[in-house]
């Protein structure tokens, strides 16, 4: 069966192929009749017409694509964003090709021989940021997801408000009783955990505090195998409470405390940061700070439709909220 053209659209509704151009483009308005416009569309969907994109979007000299750059996808909420991200993509005629870094925050190969040609923009989390370099065409609008707005090129940042949520962790903890901590910090060098390690000090400095920091690799063995040295010596100077810059940290602290013969969280608290369908998986339940995920990746797809708009783009940090659960309990009496 022969594809319907916008001639035969033309033809069916009575009016010019430029009509039909202007009507199924969405520019009539002002130009067209209301009654015109919704002959075309009529004519369209009773001759199953379907514009050719590929030949608009060459004639624009636009993709309508855009490029989501995250760490590998092992981690569930970087899979949030790009459905966040998707959906408002597709609201607009757009599409979102994910670029997850192999190696998971390090730099990776160009997957495209020009990007220029290839997309409109991209959007990118400051934790792939490495494998931006390798991605050809510097000059495409980019928007940074949860990185330094002080820094870098790019035309917008969408942030969530870290260290916000680390006060609310720190003052769950202290009006538990805690005053000896151990942060388990994640040993990806990345502005957002720089960040959430700063809002700690700060948060605690005023309080007669005690607080080490033990980096891991972000990986539920990584962190255990950290933790269990980390607490392996008992004495007055353990830490009551342990802060861990994400969930899959916290989930290994947890396992680590077991296998010591620690309760969790008689004997310590553990709080994450991501509030992923891991913080529920585990037992007990853990009290973490919860990060809206799809909310950065739409905000993220608005500001740069925005950028490709001509519209300069500014917002305040996404909120963040601190989600209590049965991980954190009263510290313990000396």
């Not at 030949?55 to 459905?83: D, I």
């Not at 870290?162 to 005053?179: N, P």
């Not at 195998?225 to 989930?251: F, H, K, N, S």
Request: charged share 20%; net charge negative; hydrophobic share 45%.
């Amino acid at each position: 069966m022969t594809r319907p053209t916008s001639r035969d659209v033309a033809t069916a509704a009575g009016v010019s192929q430029a009509t039909v151009s202007l009507v199924l483009g969405d520019k009539w308005r002002g130009r067209v009749s209301e009654r015109t416009a919704g002959l075309v569309r009529d004519a369209a969907t009773t001759l199953g017409y379907r514009p050719n994109l590929a030949a608009r979007n060459l004639r624009l000299g636009t993709t309508r694509t855009a490029l989501l750059v995250v760490p590998a996808l092992t981690n569930e909420f970087f899979a949030r964003v790009y459905t966040g991200a998707a959906r408002i993509a597709a609201e607009h005629g757009f599409g979102v090709v994910l670029y997850p870094s192999p190696d998971g925050t390090g730099p990776a190969r160009d997957p495209f021989a020009s990007a220029r040609a290839a997309l409109d923009g991209v959007i990118a989390s400051s934790m792939a940021a490495d494998a931006l370099h390798a991605i050809g065409g510097t000059d495409l609008p980019l928007v940074m997801l949860d990185s330094d707005p002080d820094t870098g090129h790019a035309s917008a940042h969408i942030n969530l408000a870290m260290a916000d949520g680390m006060r609310q962790v720190t003052e769950h903890l202290l009006d538990l009783g805690h005053r000896r901590f151990l942060h388990l910090a994640s040993a990806i060098d990345s502005w957002t955990f720089d960040v959430r390690a700063k809002a700690l000090a700060t948060h605690l400095g005023p309080h007669h505090t005690e607080l080490r920091t033990v980096r891991a690799p972000l990986s539920v063995d990584g962190a255990r195998t950290a933790m269990e040295a980390a607490l392996a010596t008992p004495g007055p100077d353990r830490p009551t409470a342990v802060i861990c810059d994400d969930d899959i940290l916290a989930a290994g602290a947890c396992k680590a405390a077991r296998r010591l013969g620690l309760r969790v969280p008689e004997d310590l608290s553990v709080t994450g940061f991501d509030d992923l369908a891991l913080a529920t998986a585990v037992e007990p339940e853990l009290t973490t700070v919860h990060l809206p995920a799809e909310r950065i990746g739409e905000q993220g797809m608005t500001a740069l439709l925005a950028v490709l708009e001509g519209t300069p783009w500014t917002a305040p940090d996404l909120p963040v909220n601190l989600v209590v659960r049965d991980s954190s309990g009263p510290a313990p009496t000396p």
